[in-house]
């Protein structure tokens, strides 16, 4: 049933949940470095492409350049071919004219198609157009032709030099503009790096909350089940071998649950199996003492006194072991609530004033109040066992000490009395079950060896600690519970 739900709800999420978690994370890796790998090329494509620009603008204006000097040095030439054949009247130079004459139009062309204005291309070739007039007038006319002819090379070559400027004109805005785009490729490759740097921040940003939300139930799964709360059925949506562990924690906690009934039934039947034959026991044995079957002999007497004693202990035992058996069940049932831990020791002064009192002890509370979600039973259990002990082993007219304090990130609880202190070699064993140490109380029922490791049961219940502090002075047993604040 179990696998069932968790197969339809993995089909709801979508299609991706079918991928295990490392496919996941192999599958956001290479998204993100697809982002980054598609930015680059297209920052690299860019690149070129401005390079290529730049060669090009580079290129033509060089070309420029040297065609408008080259227009400015055939203008001289055109000149001394003019000339030369206005006075020789020589047709291989008017040939010579004509041919030079058509290249130097080429070249003005070219210009124009690269930015010259019409108007200085119209006025080049007008004046051009005069000297060939010039050149084909009658011969009678050559005197006053070449001056003519001087005057409009001289207007060509002014001409020229405002042809050369202008070209300069044009490349320098050509450069401008390429200087523009190149600004403005800089600026876009810019902003699209820095947008796919933050699109992959935001991508991983949420591929990483996404997967990692599976691990956070698993996180609070192992907790609850850590802390006992087993009735919730487990049921965690994800990778595939998310999924696969979320079905073997649900197993775990069905196995807990199994253990626990196990457990309870096994206390049960302890409790109905021993105890009932030690009541019929301790019948009999009070029979005996009481001489119902007929008098006993002295020795018969003490024989029955030796067995009394001894239902008596072994009952003892048997509840001792329960009631422990039950403490390390219970521990991992917590009913957290915020206690204030001050009124909480002060209450357990209070509840034991009739021992401490008949013993004319002096028992202080002493610390802050402080707050924090615990399991005020528990809890008061534990702080019962431990002031019970401590009054037990004070000497008369001593001193018990409860002392409460915060620390970085705990809450720190001393008990601490005047008794005879922990023997050496019982210190490393103080919290076994049904240990007792050297020293006991002169008087009084000898302890079960449980109340210790029932608090030990509840303080790891809570996240905390007990331990026994060395002291050659007091007897000090200190209490560490963690708290956020």
């Known amino acids: 049933m179990l696998r069932s739900t968790n197969r339809n709800s993995a089909k709801a999420d979508g299609p991706l949940q079918g991928l295990s978690f490392q496919q996941l994370l192999l599958l956001a890796f290479v998204l993100i470095a697809c982002l980054q790998g598609i930015s680059s090329l297209r920052a690299l494509y860019t690149l070129e492409q401005l390079m290529v620009l730049s060669r090009q603008g580079s290129e033509e204006a060089s070309a420029l350049n040297a065609a408008a000097q080259g227009l400015y040095q055939r203008g001289q030439a055109l000149e001394r071919a003019a000339r030369q054949s206005l006075v020789l009247r020589d047709a291989t130079l008017r040939r010579s004219f004509d041919e030079m004459s058509i290249e130097a139009a080429a070249v003005l062309e070219r210009l124009r198609a690269h930015g010259l204005a019409d ?23 050559a005197l006053d032709n070449e001056r003519l002819v001087a005057e409009e090379f001289g207007a060509l070559d002014s001409l020229h030099t405002g042809i050369v400027q202008s070209m300069r004109n044009v490349n320098a805005q050509r450069n401008q503009a390429l200087q523009d785009q190149l600004e403005s490729s800089r600026r876009n490759v810019t902003h699209q790096v820095v947008g796919v740097i933050a699109l992959a921040l935001a991508l991983a940003l949420a591929l990483g909350v996404w997967l990692g939300r599976p691990l956070k139930r698993i996180e609070g799964t192992i907790r609850r089940l850590g802390e006992n709360q087993l009735d919730q059925p487990v049921a965690i949506s994800g990778p595939e071998d998310v999924r696969r562990v979320g079905q073997q924690l649900d197993w775990l906690r069905l196995r807990l649950l199994e253990l626990d009934a196990d457990k309870a039934r096994f206390l049960r039947h302890v409790s109905h199996e021993l105890k009932t034959p030690l009541a019929a026991l301790r019948e009999g044995v009070a029979l005996l003492q009481d001489e119902v079957t007929g008098p006993l002999a002295p020795g018969q007497r003490e024989v029955a006194q030796i067995l009394h004693h001894n239902t008596l202990v072994l009952q003892a035992e048997i509840e001792a072991l329960l009631r422990f058996n039950a403490a390390a069940f219970e521990a991992r049932r917590l009913q957290r609530e915020e206690t204030d831990l001050l009124a909480l020791l002060e209450a357990q002064v209070e ?26 039973e528990k809890i008061t259990s534990a702080v019962s066992n431990l002031l019970s002990n401590a009054i037990r082993f004070s000497p008369r007219e001593g001193t ?52 210790l490791s029932i608090v030990h049961e509840y303080m790891v219940a809570h996240g905390g600690q007990v331990r026994l502090v060395e002291d050659d002075v007091d007897t000090l047993f200190r209490v560490e519970l963690p708290h956020a604040a």
Do not use: C, M, N
């Open 351 to 376: 509840a034991q004033r009739l021992q401490w009192q008949a013993k004319s002890l002096r028992v202080v509370v002493e610390g802050p109040s402080v707050s924090l979600p615990i399991d005020a």
């Open 400 to 451: 018990v000490r409860l002392t409460l304090s915060r620390q970085p990130g705990l809450v720190r609880v001393d008990i601490s009395d005047q008794g005879p202190g922990v023997a050496v070699e019982d210190r490393s064993r103080i919290f076994e079950p049904f240990y007792r140490g050297v020293h006991q109380p002169d008087s009084g029922v000898r302890g079960t060896g449980i109340g």
């Open 119 to 141: 108007a200085q291309a119209a006025e080049w070739q007008q004046h051009l157009k005069a000297v060939q007039a010039l050149l084909d007038a009658p011969p009678e006319r």
